[in-house]
C-alpha cells in the first residue's frame, strides 16, 4: 500500500477525495464525469489520480457497463487522524476548572464536592470520559477542517 501521506499531500486528489466525502455523507456515489464536471480539470487526470486513490484504498469502484462510480473510503484515513490529533491540541492547556457559583456571585461547593462515594480525584465516570475524548477528536477535526476551508478560500481569494 502506498504512503498515505504521500498520496493525500496532492491537492487535486484532496480536492476528489473532498468531493466523495460530499457524496459519502449524503450516501451516493460519484462518477468520473461528475467529478470532471465539479472540479473542471480534465477526464485523464481525474483517472489518473482516482488510480493512485484506488491504490491507497481510499476510495472503492462500482462498475456499471461502461461506467465506474467511486465511493469514499474513509478508514485508511484514521491512521492519518491518530497521527494529526496530538499535534492539533499541542500547546493548549486542556486542564479546566469549574467553579460555581450561586446568583450573587459568591462561589459554592459544586455537585459531588463532599465526594460520597470516595472518588476524589475522578473527574467524569469512564464512559463520560470516553465519550469526552471522542467529542474533543471531533473537535479538533472540526477545527482542522475549518482551517483547511479558510486557506483555500484565502488561495482563491
Given amino acids: 500500500m502506498p504512503d498515505i501521506f504521500g498520496v493525500i499531500a496532492d491537492g487535486t486528489r484532496r480536492d476528489i477525495?473532498?468531493?466523495?466525502?460530499?457524496?459519502?455523507q449524503q450516501?451516493?456515489?460519484?462518477?468520473?464525469?461528475?467529478i470532471v464536471a465539479e472540479l473542471e480539470i480534465s477526464q485523464p487526470t481525474v483517472s489518473k489520480h482516482l488510480k493512485v486513490l484506488r491504490e491507497a484504498e481510499l476510495v472503492t469502484v462500482r462498475e456499471e457497463?461502461?461506467?465506474?462510480?467511486?465511493?469514499?473510503?474513509?478508514?485508511p484515513l484514521e491512521m492519518v487522524e491518530?497521527?494529526?490529533i496530538p499535534f492539533l491540541s499541542a500547546g493548549f492547556d486542556?486542564?479546566?476548572?469549574?467553579?460555581?457559583?450561586?446568583?450573587?456571585g459568591?462561589?459554592?461547593?459544586?455537585?459531588?464536592?463532599?465526594?460520597p462515594f470516595g472518588d476524589e480525584g475522578?473527574?467524569?465516570?469512564?464512559?463520560?470520559?470516553?465519550?469526552?475524548?471522542?467529542?474533543?477528536?471531533?473537535?479538533?477535526?472540526?477545527?482542522?477542517?475549518?482551517?483547511e476551508l479558510v486557506a483555500r478560500f484565502k488561495l482563491r481569494g
Avoid: C, W
Avoid at 450516501?27 to 461528475?34: F, M, N, Q
Avoid at 459568591?106 to 465526594?115: H, L, Q, S, T, V
Fill in 17 to 24: 477525495l473532498q468531493v466523495l466525502l460530499e457524496r459519502h
Fill in 106 to 115: 459568591e462561589r459554592i461547593p459544586g455537585p459531588g464536592a463532599d465526594d
Fill in 122 to 147: 475522578e473527574v467524569l465516570p469512564e464512559e463520560a470520559a470516553a465519550a469526552a475524548e471522542r467529542i474533543g477528536r471531533s473537535v479538533a477535526i472540526a477545527e482542522n477542517r475549518v482551517k
Fill in 82 to 84: 491518530d497521527f494529526v
Fill in 65 to 75: 457497463g461502461q461506467h465506474r462510480f467511486y465511493s469514499l473510503d474513509p478508514e
Fill in 94 to 104: 486542556t486542564e479546566v476548572t469549574v467553579e460555581y457559583l450561586s446568583e450573587q
Fill in 27 to 34: 450516501s451516493a456515489e460519484a462518477s468520473v464525469s461528475e
